[in-house]
């Protein structure tokens, strides 16, 4: 037991360091396009399903309410929370429309679609991001591996570098609230 241990947190250090060493500059460049978005009067939607939806939960709670410092509330919309409209759009047209149709009812140019998805090739969540980029939306992927076809679908595709969903799911929510501790400082 001690060993799975060890080779668990030694996986998630390794992981996470080479986070730091190859996507700080994304990072950066992701939170400048938030930054952006919100100084326009535009919100942020975002999607996932699982752990990948907790996450995007989660994303749009740091930003509504605060991360670390009182500062203004910023419009994010996670679409993963009302369950009315997902088993509705589920039921009447599949599951795979369930972001789609949100992202064509809620989205409009110049706000930021975020998809996550650990393997980057979850139908519903790659239908959204086209919807979002025929809205003149840009699109952010939160992904792993080699970030499916959801990184070449998105404007940035930030990967964490591993098979692991575990290590991938680590990864994000560092990811997730490093860009949030940017968004949030650019507005104290």
Do not use: W
Not at 81 to 93: H, K, M, P, Q, R
Not at 164 to 186: A, W
């Amino acid at each position: 037991m001690s060993q799975r241990l060890e080779e668990a947190f030694a996986d998630h250090l390794q992981t996470i360091e080479t986070v730091r060493v190859e996507m700080l500059p994304r990072i950066e460049a992701v939170s400048a396009v938030f930054i952006e978005a919100f100084r326009q009067g535009n919100k942020v939607l975002v999607m996932g399903n699982g752990g990948s939806a907790a996450d995007a939960q989660h994303l749009a709670a740091e930003l509504v309410g605060r991360f670390l410092h009182d500062r203004p509330s910023l419009p994010a919309i996670a679409l993963t929370t009302d369950t009315s409209i997902l088993t509705a759009v589920g039921n009447d047209y599949g599951y795979d429309s369930v972001f789609s149709r949100q992202v064509e009812g809620l989205a409009k140019a110049g706000d930021v679609a975020v998809g996550i998805s650990t393997s980057g090739n979850s139908r519903n969540v790659l239908t959204a991001m086209e919807q979002a980029k025929a809205l003149g939306c840009r699109t952010v992927s939160l992904g792993g591996g080699d970030g499916g076809a959801l990184a070449g679908l998105t404007d940035h595709a930030l990967v964490v570098p591993s098979r692991s969903t575990p290590r991938i799911q680590e990864g994000h929510i560092l990811i997730i609230h490093t860009l949030c501790d940017l968004v949030e400082q650019s507005f104290l």
